[in-house]
């Protein structure tokens, strides 16, 4: 049972251009959200979805993308990453609610220059 | 004002020591608080949590919550190397679709 799987690991990316961060879970949870983590700041919510096809904004939404096609995949996107975007991503998934038990993946280092 | 504060540490203790690990909340109306521990380079998984005043135990591990003052803490009793991480305090919003984290303190266990 893999649980939740990110990809890739690890990103640099120049200021401008675009990338999708891959999220998966095989746990058959309704609840999705990605989350980014900054020395000092804590997990910060950018995006997050009840079920296939309903999603909303976070705390933290501008620069990103989501979309829910299906429950297993909620892909993020940075539309023109920014150095401000420099950070680890990890998404999570929850079977009972937004606010139960999340299960996250190991994340996804992004460097932006 | 932040709705969860997390003093960030470092912390750093030898083996066997008791560990002490607090937040302060600001809204009274939340009803249950969670204590999720992260490995260096791994995502957090949940440690503990627990729905109200008063103690909860679970092994060498201890959650606290005094809502009067606000504040929850999470205890190490024996602590381990292995314990070492970062703990971060996690209290679902009064808008109910997100946890609102602590900053996170990191936590070495020295051999």
């Known amino acids: 049972n893999a649980g939740v799987t990110q990809t890739p690991k690890f990103q640099v990316l120049k200021t401008g251009q675009s990338m999708t961060l891959q999220c998966a879970q095989d746990?058959?949870?309704?609840?999705m959200s990605w989350y980014r983590q900054d020395p000092g700041m804590g997990l910060r919510l950018i995006h997050y979805s009840v079920g296939a096809g309903i999603t909303d904004q976070g705390e933290v939404p501008n620069g990103y993308n989501v979309s829910r096609s299906t429950t297993e995949d909620f892909p993020l996107r940075l539309l023109s990453a920014a150095p401000s975007q420099t950070s680890v991503y990890f998404c999570?998934?929850?079977?009972?609610?937004?606010?139960?038990?999340?299960?996250f993946g190991e994340g996804s280092r992004l460097t932006v220059l | 004002q932040k709705e969860v504060e997390q003093d960030p540490g470092p912390l750093s203790v030898p083996e066997g020591a008791i560990v002490s690990l607090n937040c302060t909340y600001s809204n009274s109306a939340f009803q249950y608080f969670m204590w999720y521990r992260q490995y260096s380079r791994k995502g957090p998984e949940l440690l503990m949590y627990t729905y109200s005043s008063g103690n909860k135990e679970d092994g060498r591990f201890t959650a606290q919550v005094d809502k009067s003052s606000k504040y929850i803490s999470l205890f190490i009793r024996d602590s381990q190397p292995s314990d070492s991480a970062t703990y971060l305090c996690?209290?679902?919003?009064?808008?109910?679709?997100?946890?609102?984290f602590g900053a996170g303190t990191t936590v070495t266990v020295r051999a």
């Open positions: 999570a998934s929850s079977r009972d609610s937004p606010t139960g038990e999340l299960f």
């Open positions: 996690a209290i679902p919003t009064s808008n109910d679709y997100k946890l609102s």
């Open positions: 746990m058959n949870h309704e609840y």
